[in-house]
């Protein structure tokens, strides 16, 4: 028999759930509707083969570090889903087009899935939305977007109008459980690629990184119990944020958030308890205010789709920029001669992390100093950072470029950046001082070069 498992038997109704950036069983919205209206429930990822290809620039649009965090986040999904007595389906290819195959192979009537918000994902939504029913829902930001004051057409275009708004007029609503149980037809259990197994070369593991991030939702609510509960580092954190060494300066959550394996509405009601139980003061309250800044870029992306992708930005705002590879990979690779910059372009390079006050100052100079175009900078990010969101990234990329929500041009002064945040230069020293080896031929070994064969 080709399919021995098909789903729909006797009458039942079957449906995929397509696990996108909401690798989590609990507080998941969609799920929690397919298990509600499906008899069988066949879950699903795809990783997009599109992804693993190189983008315009010449870089591969997921990097290594961020793809190996990806699949330790599926194979904890996978062991949750084992305990409800589930199973994950793994495939590589067009999501689009291979659901629409597994759908037919098991006899699925619809698709359940969280909706996204960028332009490529929206695509993928339409294209399978006109082969097959689809049912999505929203799952991604604080705020549901039901709930916000405003529609999405009329956002404010300044984060602190839309922050008023929805903090005056709009409830943070509680997560949701994880469904009990999940019945799934007996699955052939399909088992996950290492990195080498598509063509990657995995960088070193750097003892200097701010953390060593374990993908998966376990790792991400033992980092929430670890910098709330036992180190209590929330309650300092608006003094903290601005840090640049280790790991207890910020809350770390991004890379858990961006592929959803943590949900923000979960953060936001342990703070609560936490202010609740322990403490409330400025600190913890400016945790709830940085998930809106996520939330924000979101609510950017879904009003202006595909420009916060275009050189102009939202604001259509042109600009000359300069092309000029060389100074470029300077950039990239930590060797421009600006220390401040070089340091946090190393700490990208060698862990796929940087903290927010780096990303400000190196965006700033790439955009400013070296005038190159802002969309090659956000690229470069997207391929290294373990974080990467395309709202936030894209987002914040605009900002620093001018062509976003703050229209004017926000230069940084990385000398006196440097100064004020890396006042004895320990943070310049720690990357710059105690290189394993020559950052060039790290990046293209690892990132750019064609020694990395890809498929
Ligand atoms: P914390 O300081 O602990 O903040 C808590 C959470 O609030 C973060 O995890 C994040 O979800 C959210 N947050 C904080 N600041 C921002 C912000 N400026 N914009 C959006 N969300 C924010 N963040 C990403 O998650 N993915 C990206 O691809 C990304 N690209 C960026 C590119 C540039 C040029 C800049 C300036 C910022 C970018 N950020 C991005 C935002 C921010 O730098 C990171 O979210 C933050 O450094 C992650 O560390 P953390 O979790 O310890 O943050």
């Known amino acids: 028999m080709l399919f021995p498992h098909r789903i729909k038997k006797g009458g039942m109704e079957g449906g995929i759930f397509w696990f996108r950036n909401d690798l ?21 990822y795809v990783l997009d083969e599109r992804l693993l290809e190189r983008d315009r620039w010449g870089f591969r649009r997921m990097g ?36 629409t195959a597994l759908a037919e192979a098991y006899d699925c009537s619809a698709v359940f899935a969280t909706k996204a918000y960028a332009y490529e994902e929206l695509q993928q939504e339409k294209a399978l939305s006109t082969k097959i029913k689809t049912v999505f829902r929203h799952g991604l930001t604080l705020i549901h977007p ?66 060593n991030f374990q993908g998966g939702a376990k790792a991400a609510q033992e980092r929430l119990d670890h910098y709330f509960w036992n180190t209590h580092s929330i309650s300092t954190y608006k003094e903290t944020r601005n840090g640049l060494i280790g ?42 205010f940085e998930l ?58 060698r862990t796929g992390f940087m903290s927010n006050r780096g990303r400000q100052n190196v965006a700033s100079y790439l955009v400013h100093q070296l005038q190159e175009d802002w969309r090659k900078g956000a690229a470069w990010f997207e391929s290294l950072l373990i974080d990467y969101d395309p709202a936030s990234n894209y987002g914040n990329w605009m900002y620093q470029a001018g ?47 064609n020694s990395e064969e890809v498929k």
């Open 292 to 349: 809106l800044w996520r939330d924000f870029f979101k609510y950017v992306a879904m009003r202006y789709g595909r420009r916060i992708f275009l050189r102009g930005g939202i604001q259509k705002r042109e600009k000359e920029w300069q092309d000029n590879p060389k100074q470029f990979e300077r950039w990239a690779t930590g060797t421009t001669g600006d220390r401040f910059v070089d340091a946090n372009m190393r700490e990208l390079l």
């Open 247 to 288: 790991a207890a300066y910020s809350t770390k959550f991004s890379p858990w958030l961006a592929d959803g394996s943590l949900s923000p509405r979960m953060i936001y009601h342990q703070v609560e308890a936490y202010e609740e139980e322990i403490k409330k003061n400025k600190s913890t309250y400016w945790v709830k």
């Open 24 to 44: 989590r069983l609990r507080d998941n919205p969609a799920l929690a509707e397919a298990v509600e209206q499906c008899d069988l429930l066949l879950p699903v």
């Open 64 to 99: 290594s570090y961020r793809l190996q965090f990806l699949l330790e986040s599926l194979e904890d999904l996978r062991e949750q889903l084992r305990d409800k007595g589930s199973a994950l389906l793994f495939r590589i290819g067009k999501p689009e087009e291979t659901l």
């Open 146 to 211: 039901d709930d916000t004051p405003f529609n999405p057409e009329r956002l404010p275009d300044v984060f602190t109008a839309f922050r008023k708004k929805v903090e005056r007029y709009s409830e943070v609503r509680r997560p949701l459980d994880s469904p009990e149980k999940i019945i799934t037809p007996d699955l052939p259990d399909t088992p996950l690629p290492c990195p080498e197994s598509l063509g990657y070369r995995l960088p070193p593991q750097d003892e200097r990184a701010a953390l």
């Open 403 to 449: 062509v976003g929500n703050d229209p004017r041009d926000r230069v940084f002064n990385t000398k006196k950046q440097a100064d004020r945040y890396d006042p004895d230069g320990q943070y310049r020293d720690l990357w710059l001082e105690q290189e394993p080896g020559d950052p060039v031929e790290f990046a293209d070994t690892y990132f750019l070069g």
